[in-house]
């Protein structure tokens, strides 16, 4: 069985940073891109950031050069810098990654069970 799980939500205020992390765990023989999304109250959940496993990256225009994403494939974990943070970055960030298993050939989508991050002061 393979999980995400995220890490490193909280309560800050506009301006402040936070470090969100996630790490995959199980039977895991490959992880290919790995990105977070983010959902707030009455929105569609969207695109925050992805990352290939060769390092291409793109981001929402509404968080570019503010946040940063990075994987450790040695760890199997992708991180967020969030930097500059405003009160429109308040949501629930999810951590989704493809992942050939151990046991399966082809690469599966998963999501992680979400991580709050509120902007407030």
């Known amino acids: 069985q393979v999980q995400l799980v995220e890490s490193g939500g909280g309560l800050v205020q506009p301006g402040g940073s936070l470090r969100l992390s996630c790490a995959a765990s199980?039977?895991?023989?490959?992880?290919?891109?790995m990105a977070w999304y983010r959902q707030a109250p009455g929105k569609q959940r969207e695109l925050v950031a992805i990352m290939t496993r060769g390092g291409s990256i793109n981001y929402a225009d509404s968080v570019k050069g503010r946040f940063t994403i990075s994987r450790d494939n040695a760890k199997n974990t992708v991180y967020l810098q969030m930097n500059s943070l405003k009160r429109e970055d308040t949501a629930v960030y999810y951590c989704?990654?493809?992942?050939?298993?151990?046991?399966?050939?082809?690469?599966?989508?998963?999501w992680g069970q979400g991580t709050q991050v509120t902007v407030s002061s």
């Open positions: 989704n990654a493809d992942i050939q298993s151990a046991w399966n050939k082809e690469a599966v989508n998963y």
């Open positions: 199980g039977s895991i023989f490959s992880i290919y891109a």
